[in-house]
C-alpha cells in the first residue's frame, strides 16, 4: 500500500487523526531541523524553532490552503521563526562548546573533524552576519537544496527576486568571508 499525500493527511489531521498529523512530523521533522540548523547555527535553537513550527501548524491546520504544497508552508513557517529568533537573539561572544562538539574516530581523523568543525563554525559566522532575507535564501538554496521556484512558493516572492537575492547573498557572504578570513580561504 503507498503511503499517503500530504494532502490526505492534512484531511485526516483535521478530523482529529493524530496518526495522520504523526505522519506529517515525522515525514518532515528532520528536513524542517536542518532548516532551521542551518539559519540559527546550532541545535538546540532549531529544535526549538522546528518543534514551534510543528506546534503552529497543528494549531491552524485548518487554515491551510489544500491547492499549496504542505512543506512549502511548513518551510515558510519555520524560516519566519527562524528569522524571528535571529532579531531576538543577542549577539553571542566567542565558540560555544556545542560548536566543538567531540571528535571520536582515529587519531588520523581527528585534524578532519577539527578542520571541518572549524570551517561550519566559520561559515555559521559568516551566515550570521548577512541579511535575514539573504540568509534564508542562502540557507535553502545551498545548504537544502531547494530549488529557486519552491523558495519563491515559501517567501512569497517572485522567482526572479529568489535568484537575484541568492546571487546577492553569494556576493555578501563572499565580501564578509574574505573579510574576515582573507582571499586565500575561499568557501564559495
Known amino acids: 500500500m503507498s503511503s499517503p499525500t500530504d494532502a490526505e493527511l492534512v484531511l485526516r489531521a483535521r478530523e482529529g487523526d493524530a496518526e495522520a498529523f504523526r505522519g506529517l ?28 513550527a510543528f506546534i503552529r501548524v497543528h494549531r491552524h491546520l485548518d487554515r491551510f490552503d489544500l491547492g499549496m504544497r504542505f512543506y512549502t508552508w511548513l518551510y515558510q513557517i519555520v524560516v519566519n521563526l527562524s528569522i524571528d529568533q535571529i532579531r531576538r537573539r543577542k549577539k553571542r561572544q566567542g565558540v ?17 573533524a577539527i578542520q571541518q568543525q572549524e570551517l561550519s563554525v ?9 541579511p535575514e532575507k539573504y540568509k534564508a535564501v542562502m540557507v535553502l538554496s545551498d545548504l537544502e537544496g531547494i530549488s529557486a521556484k519552491q523558495i519563491a512558493d515559501m517567501t512569497g516572492t517572485t522567482h526572479a527576486t529568489v535568484r537575484w537575492r541568492h546571487h546577492r547573498a553569494r556576493k555578501l557572504f563572499r565580501e564578509a568571508w574574505e573579510k574576515k578570513f582573507g582571499k586565500e580561504s575561499h568557501v564559495l
Open 122 to 130: 566559520r561559515v555559521q559566522s559568516v551566515l550570521d552576519e548577512l
Open 25 to 52: 512530523v515525522e515525514r518532515y521533522q528532520q528536513r524542517i531541523f536542518w532548516v532551521a540548523r542551518g539559519m540559527l547555527g546550532n541545535d538546540e535553537d532549531a529544535r526549538d524553532a522546528a518543534q514551534e
Open 96 to 112: 560555544s562548546l556545542e560548536a566543538v562538539g567531540d571528535v571520536a574516530g582515529s587519531p588520523e581523523d581527528h585534524g578532519d
